[in-house]
């Protein structure tokens, strides 16, 4: 297993799949997901319209049209209100989804945001422990999963990333502008 921390925009990442920061409609919005959708292009929300919607702690997958990526797996994070509305649960849940579709879709390389700590304001650095809980136990059993990159945007939160993941990873000084 490669586990990688990425200063840079998730949008330029040649993966299988890239993990959306969405919101529940899974019709766009700023931040991550605004970038996603741009770079996408509009094929993208078409196919997320016929999804129906996404619950918090969820996970969906579309192609990723005009993206280097194949897939854009699309979660909905918690809105961060102070963590006494099941907020750690639920961030644990997007990441745990994601995974597990990742896996079910043979897969082999996944990347992900810092979700739910831009926008909807979940602390980077408690969002990071739950990142690392739920990469240590995806891989127990990560199937055709091979590849894991944590795509940081900003020094501040790829410093955090690093310190909190620090064992897990193979690759400390990979920064992509
Ligand atoms: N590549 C990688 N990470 C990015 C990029 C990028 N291009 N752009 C921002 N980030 P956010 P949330 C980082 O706000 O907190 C949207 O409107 C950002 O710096 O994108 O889950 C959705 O539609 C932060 O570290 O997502 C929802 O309404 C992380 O991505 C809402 O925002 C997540 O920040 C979701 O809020």
């Known amino acids: 297993m490669m586990i990688s921390i990425i ?3 998730i949008t330029t990442q040649k993966v299988d799949a ?3 920061a ?15 959708h741009r770079k996408a292009g509009p094929e993208l929300v078409h196919e997320c319209r016929l999804l129906g919607g996404c619950r918090t702690g969820e996970a969906k997958i579309t192609g ?7 897939y854009v797996i699309h979660t909905v994070g918690p809105v961060w209100n102070g963590g006494t509305m ?6 644990a849940s997007c990441y745990r989804n994601s995974f597990a579709i990742a896996r ?4 082999r390389s996944i990347a992900f945001p810092a979700i739910s700590t831009g926008i909807y304001r979940f602390p980077v ?3 990071a422990n739950i990142v690392r809980d739920e990469t240590l136990a995806f891989m127990k059993n990560p199937g055709s999963v091979s590849d894991i990159r944590f795509i940081c945007f900003g ?6 990333y690093r310190d909190v993941l620090a064992d897990l990873t193979s690759d400390h000084e990979d920064i992509d502008h």
Do not use: W
């Open 7 to 9: 200063e840079g925009d």
């Open 86 to 91: 099941n907020e750690d649960a639920l961030l």
């Open 125 to 127: 650095e408690r969002a």
């Open 22 to 36: 969405a919101n529940s409609s899974l019709l766009g919005g700023g931040g991550v997901d605004g970038a996603i």
């Open 155 to 160: 020094r501040e939160t790829c410093d955090i």
């Open 64 to 70: 990723g049209y005009l993206l280097p990526a194949k």
């Open 18 to 20: 890239i993990v959306n």
């Open 104 to 107: 079910e879709k043979g897969l």
